[in-house]
Nanobody
Framework: VQLQASGGGLVQAGGSLRLSCAAS????????IAWFRQVPGNEREFVAA????????QYADSVKGRFAISRNTATRTTFLQMNSLKPEDTAVYYC?????????????????????????WGQGTQVTVSS
């Protein structure tokens, strides 16, 4: 499967953006999807995740109440709606996937997912929030 992230851009603080992660490939429907972000010099950090079924979601504390993850199973696209953006949200955002069974929870070897929990990655999309 391949993942294609899009939707990044430049926005003022308080604004909104919606990122998309389009999955292609015959078994794309099997994948749980997570979003991570990375600032140069820092490790990639977890943002949000959604299970294969769409029934479970998880968020980093820093984005709870501001970001919402959802998926359209028909188009195999996962969305990250980002509201009330802050300058500290500036980063390259990556979507990542992990094949699971339908009833599986969000892949996470720790309290929150880490990059090693996912084995397929999109190319990243830049989000810049100006103050």
């Amino acid at each position: 499967v391949q993942l294609q992230a899009s939707g990044g851009g430049l926005v003022q603080a308080g604004g909104s953006l919606r990122l998309s992660c389009a999955a292609s490939g015959g078994n794309a429907y099997r994948y749980a999807i997570a979003w991570f972000r990375q600032v140069p010099g820092n490790e990639r950090e977890f943002v949000a995740a959604i299970s294969r079924s769409g029934g479970n979601t998880q968020y980093a504390d820093s984005v709870k109440g501001r970001f919402a993850i959802s998926r359209n199973t028909a188009t195999r696209t996962t969305f990250l709606q980002m509201n009330s953006l802050k300058p500290e949200d500036t980063a390259v955002y990556y979507c990542a996937g992990k094949s699971t069974i339908l009833s599986a929870p969000i892949p996470a070897s720790q309290d929150t997912p880490i990059p090693a929990d996912y084995d397929v990655w999109g190319q990243g999309t830049q989000v810049t929030v100006s103050s």
